[in-house]
Structure formats: structure tokens, C-alpha cells
């Protein structure tokens, strides 16, 4: 039997149902078991309670609940190691599975936030920016996650600060739920490709999934004069257009819809897309950046390609082979499609990545390390046959 105490329900009362509406901008549903928490609950029993599925709603201090939350992820941190695979696709799937696990316990610790945007526990900061910012106006109290709220508070300072991109002389500025240019080797890569013949005399590109908008506004500094974007993200679809007016180049950025291709506008000398790198499905918004399932914005691109290029014209495709080398895509599907597409290739260019993960030993996972190590990224500059 285990000797973690466990909290009673006079202390800790069980909660029939949440005291407000639950709030979760990732679609978490809305935990069945919940008790009332402060700081008499130890930090062991709060993560078996949380690994157990139950909530924790807190009612002690803010600082208090900073506390459990990092004490719960220490304790997470201590479960022992799995055996390291060989095999890079399994090693990167147990990860994956490793942090959604993670991400679902120490979710589970929650907070109230009233309809001002105001946390009413005592001694919590003033998060109404940055709440206003990513929620938008609310019209009751609610409950939501610990760890969304950081998530949150975190994304705001990231809009205020600004993320420098060199390669635009100037800074992105990420609004919450929107991929962070953070990976700037990519950007490099566009800022250096030979622009086609077409852009001379029509110069207009379509940049698919356009996130912060950090490839279309390079697009337009490199003198492109009309840049047509589209995300399915609402949330991205205005980010780029703030990123836009932040630079002065209003007007030369236009939002063209949440399909993949912009209807009703013909065919341009380039199109630009920087798909999700990895097959999957993702379990967040900002996963839908890093996550593409069943490669279908890799495939829609390079499908709806050819009709869409004008003669000279190029899609440029950006694109890791990290995929290729966990075994998630290979070498062959990728050229493959491009051929049954009706495509050919006319050049491609490489860059190794700079990230941290790419140049930090990983103590966990060998086969991810070596994955990492070898990854490179390429624009594949991309004709009609």
C-alpha cells in the first residue's frame, strides 16, 4: 500500500461540478473529478491525484499554486527513464506520447478568471492584457488551466517583445495560437532563392499557411509587389497582417481566405509554402505548426500547384527531412509526389538547423539525437513539367 497521504474531504471537499464554465482554448474537455485545493495538499498526493484524472481547483495564493505546478513537474521528471530505442520512429513516438501524458497532468491544476480578465486569488498578477489578447472579451467567469494561463502570459510577451528575424531587418511579433519564427534558418533560405523568371513582370506570390506572416512581408521587402496569404487560422490570418502594418508594408500583404489556395485569383509567379515538417496529428494549435496529418497541407501544395503558376513561375516548398530520417516519410514518397504532382525540380537549397535541439545532446533519447543531429532543411524551388 502506498504511503503518499492522501487529502480528505474535509480538508480538500470533493466538487460535485465546476463553479464556472470551463474554459480551454486547446479543446480539453472539461474534467469529471474535481476537489478543491490549497496548500495543505502535498505536492506528491496533487500529481497522483492529477495522473488519477482528478482536478485540482486552486483556492490558496497565486505564488502558491506557481509552486505546485513546478513541484508536480519535478515529480514528473523523476519517473524512470524508458529503455532508449533503436529505432528513431517508436523512440519519437514514445516521446510524443511522454509529453501529452505530461501535458494532460499537469493540466489538470486549475485556476478561476473572472470576466474582467482578473485572477482572484490573492497576490496573482494583473493578466487582463494579456487574457484580452487571447480570449478576446469574456462574458462570465471561468476555469481554466494553470498551465494555459503561463501559456498565455508567456505568448503575450512574446507579441510585445517581438522575435528579430536578420534576414528582414526587423522584428515578427507572434500573437497567441501562432507558430513563432523562433527556427530562423528557414527564413534565411527564402531570403537567398534566386527569384523566377515570372516575378519580373508579375509580381505576385501566394504564401499558403502563413503563420506570423514573416515569409510573405521577406517577400515583399525582396520586392515582390502583391502577396496574397492564407492560414486556417483565423488567429494567423491577423497576425500577418499586424506583422505587415508593423513594417510599413500595408497594403503589399493581403489576406486571401482559410483554404490552402486563395480562390478566385488566377495563377501568380510564386507560391510559397511551409508546410508542418512532420506527419501527424496534432493536439494543439500551435501543434497544427509543427504537426501535419496525413501530410495533407504537403500534398493539397504540391497537387494545386501546377495550375496555379504562371509560365516561369516557381512554388517553393520549405521543408526539413527530419520526417525522413525518424522514418515518418521517406525520400522516395516525397519525389514521388512531386512527379505525380506534374512538377519538376529546378534547384533546391540546404541549410542545417541552429535550433537548440539540434545542437544540445538529448540525455533521453539517443535515436531522436542522432534524427536531430542529421536533419537539414531545404526550399525546393518547384516548376511545371
Same mark, same amino acid.
Given at each position: ?27 480539453? =474537455? ?7 485545493? @490549497? ?23 497565486? #505564488? ?16 524512470? #527513464? ?31 478568471? @473572472?470576466? *474582467? ?9 494583473? !493578466? ?10 469574456? $462574458?462570465?467567469?471561468?476555469? !481554466? ?35 513563432? =519564427? !523562433? ?13 523566377? #523568371? ?29 502577396? %496574397? ?37 488566377? +495563377? ?10 512532420? #506527419? ?12 501535419? +496529418?496525413?501530410? /495533407?497541407?504537403?500534398?493539397?501544395? %504540391?497537387? *494545386?500547384?501546377?495550375?496555379? $503558376?504562371?509560365?516561369? *513561375? ?18 522516395? &514518397? %516525397?519525389?514521388?509526389?512531386?512527379? /505525380? ?8 537549397? @540546404? ?13 533521453? &533519447? ?20
Amino acid at each position: 500500500m502506498s504511503d503518499i497521504p492522501r487529502p480528505t474531504t474535509a480538508v480538500l471537499p470533493i466538487l460535485p461540478i465546476l463553479p464556472a464554465p470551463w474554459h480551454s482554448e486547446n479543446g480539453t =474537455p472539461a474534467p469529471r473529478r474535481l476537489i478543491a485545493a @490549497d496548500d495543505t495538499l502535498r505536492a506528491e498526493a496533487a500529481y497522483r491525484l492529477a495522473c488519477e484524472g482528478t482536478a485540482l481547483l486552486w483556492q490558496g495564493d497565486y #505564488p502558491g499554486a506557481l509552486r505546485l505546478l513546478h513541484a508536480m513537474r519535478r515529480r514528473a521528471g523523476r519517473r524512470r #527513464p524508458r529503455p532508449a530505442l533503436a529505432v528513431p520512429g517508436e523512440a519519437f513516438r514514445q516521446h510524443r506520447r511522454e509529453r501529452a501524458r505530461l501535458a494532460r497532468v499537469l493540466g489538470l491544476l486549475l485556476v478561476p478568471l @473572472d470576466a *474582467g480578465h482578473r485572477v482572484p486569488l490573492h497576490r496573482a498578477p494583473d !493578466v487582463r492584457e494579456a487574457c484580452s489578447a487571447a480570449y478576446g472579451p469574456l $462574458l462570465d467567469n471561468r476555469i !481554466v488551466s494553470l498551465r494555459e494561463l503561463l501559456g498565455v502570459i508567456g505568448a503575450h510577451q512574446w507579441l510585445i517583445r517581438g522575435v528579430e528575424v536578420p534576414a528582414l531587418g526587423g522584428r515578427i511579433h507572434p500573437h497567441y495560437g501562432v507558430f513563432s =519564427p !523562433v527556427r530562423g534558418e528557414y527564413v534565411d533560405l527564402v531570403a537567398r532563392a534566386p527569384l523566377p #523568371p515570372a516575378a519580373r513582370n508579375h509580381p505576385t506570390a501566394y504564401d499558403l499557411g502563413t503563420g506570423t506572416g514573416v515569409l510573405a512581408a521577406l517577400l515583399a521587402r525582396r520586392g515582390l509587389r502583391r502577396i %496574397l496569404v492564407t492560414d486556417t487560422n483565423p488567429r494567423a490570418l491577423a497576425c500577418a497582417l499586424d506583422n505587415a502594418h508593423r513594417l510599413g508594408l500595408t497594403g503589399r500583404v493581403e489576406t486571401a481566405g482559410s483554404g490552402l489556395y486563395p480562390p478566385g485569383h488566377g +495563377r501568380a509567379a510564386l507560391v510559397v509554402c511551409n508546410p508542418p515538417w512532420l #506527419p501527424g496529428r496534432p493536439s494543439s494549435t500551435l501543434d497544427e505548426g509543427v504537426y501535419d +496529418r496525413d501530410s /495533407r497541407m504537403l500534398r493539397g501544395f %504540391l497537387d *494545386g500547384l501546377a495550375d496555379r $503558376l504562371l509560365p516561369g *513561375g516557381e512554388g517553393w516548398l520549405i521543408l526539413s527531412d527530419l520526417a525522413e530520417h525518424l522514418g515518418l516519410r521517406s525520400r522516395a &514518397d %516525397l519525389l514521388g509526389a512531386v512527379s /505525380r504532382a506534374g512538377l519538376r525540380i529546378t534547384g533546391r537549397l @540546404d541549410t542545417v538547423p541552429r535550433h537548440r535541439r539540434a545542437t544540445t545532446p538529448d540525455r533521453v &533519447d539517443p535515436a531522436l539525437r542522432a534524427a536531430r543531429s542529421a536533419e537539414v532543411t531545404s526550399l525546393w524551388r518547384l516548376a511545371s513539367v
